[in-house]
C-alpha cells in the first residue's frame, strides 16, 4: 500500500547532500510488498543510494508503523524528510503526478483499439494470405467489441453504475445495464464466427450500438455533460464523447453490413 502524506516537491534540493535514501518495506516469507520494491526502484533510478530496510515480520512491520506515527508501508526518508509510500515518492520527483492521475485520458481504449487492430491484422493475414483485407477489417470491429466487453465484465456491478449515468435506456430500465456487457460480448463472439452466427449477433450489436450512440449524442452534445465514460468498465478515467460515440457507431455498421455482406454479396 502506499500513502501521499508529508509530500515535498522540490527533489532538486538534495543535489546538495549525499543522495541517499531510507526504506522500510515489507519483506516477509509469503509476501513482499510490491510498492516498497517499486520505491526502491525509483529512487536508484533518480540516482539515490538506498539504504534498504526490510521488515521481515508482522510485528516488527507493526512496531515500526506505531513509531512513526504511519499506517502503510513502504516509507521513504530522504535526510531528516519523510517522503511517504510509493504514490508520496512519484509526486516528490513529478509533482504534477496527483493531477496526472486524476485527469481524463483516452489512454485505455487506444491501446485496446491498437492491440485489436494488430490481432486482426495478424488473424486475417493467415486467413487471407493479404496483407489488407475486408475480413481484417470485420475482425478488427468484432475483436474491439470483445475486449470492451470483457473489460466490463471484469466488474458488472461498478460498469453499470456509471453506465446508467448517461444511457438512456439503462436509466430506464436498470437490468439492461447488467445485460449491455454480456451482449456486447454475445455478438462480437458471434460476428467473429461469421456465417449464420453473424446474422444472429448483428442485430445486438445494431441494438445496442443505436441506443449507445443516441445516450452518447445527447449526454455529450445536447446536454454538455462533463462524464467519464464506462466502455472499459467503471472506475476510469476515459472521457465520454467522440471516442464512445464512434466504438457505438461501429457496432452499429457491423450490425448493418454483415447481414448485408452474407445475403446479397
Excluded at 543510494?49 to 506515527?69: C, I, Q, S, W
Excluded at 511517504?84 to 483499439?113: C, H, M, N, R
Aim: aromatic share 12%.
Amino acid at each position: 500500500m502506499s500513502t501521499t502524506t508529508e509530500i515535498r516537491t522540490d527533489p532538486d534540493a538534495t543535489t546538495t547532500q549525499a543522495k541517499t535514501a531510507r526504506l522500510y518495506r515489507m519483506v516477509m516469507d509469503k509476501h513482499v510488498c510490491p510498492y516498497g520494491i517499486k520505491s526502491k526502484w525509483l529512487l536508484e533510478k533518480h540516482g539515490f543510494t538506498v539504504e534498504d530496510h526490510p521488515l521481515r515480520t508482522r510485528e516488527e512491520t507493526e512496531a515500526f508503523k506505531e513509531k512513526y506515527g504511519v499506517e502503510t508501508t513502504p516509507q521513504t526518508f530522504i535526510g531528516d524528510e519523510r517522503i511517504g509510500g510509493y504514490d508520496a515518492l512519484k509526486a516528490y520527483f513529478d509533482s504534477s503526478f496527483a493531477q496526472k492521475k486524476d485527469e481524463k485520458t483516452y489512454t485505455p481504449v487506444l491501446v485496446i483499439f491498437g492491440v485489436c487492430a494488430l490481432m486482426a491484422w495478424a488473424a486475417s493475414f493467415v486467413a487471407t494470405g493479404k496483407v489488407v483485407s475486408l475480413r481484417g477489417i470485420e475482425w478488427f470491429a468484432a475483436f474491439s467489441m470483445a475486449v470492451l466487453a470483457i473489460q466490463k465484465l471484469r466488474d458488472v456491478e461498478s460498469f453499470s453504475t456509471m453506465f446508467i449515468n448517461y444511457d438512456l435506456l439503462a436509466k430506464r430500465w436498470v437490468p439492461y445495464a447488467y445485460i449491455y456487457p454480456f451482449a456486447e460480448g454475445l455478438a462480437a463472439v458471434l460476428m467473429i464466427a461469421g456465417g449464420t452466427f453473424a446474422l444472429i449477433g448483428s442485430p445486438i450489436a445494431l441494438a445496442i450500438g443505436s441506443i449507445g450512440a443516441a445516450s452518447v449524442y445527447k449526454a455529450v452534445y445536447v446536454d454538455k455533460r462533463d462524464l467519464k465514460c464506462a466502455c472499459v468498465g467503471g472506475d476510469t478515467n476515459v472521457p465520454l464523447g467522440f471516442v464512445s460515440l464512434t466504438e457505438n457507431l461501429v457496432m452499429m455498421a457491423m450490425g448493418i453490413w454483415m447481414p448485408l455482406k452474407i445475403l446479397f454479396l
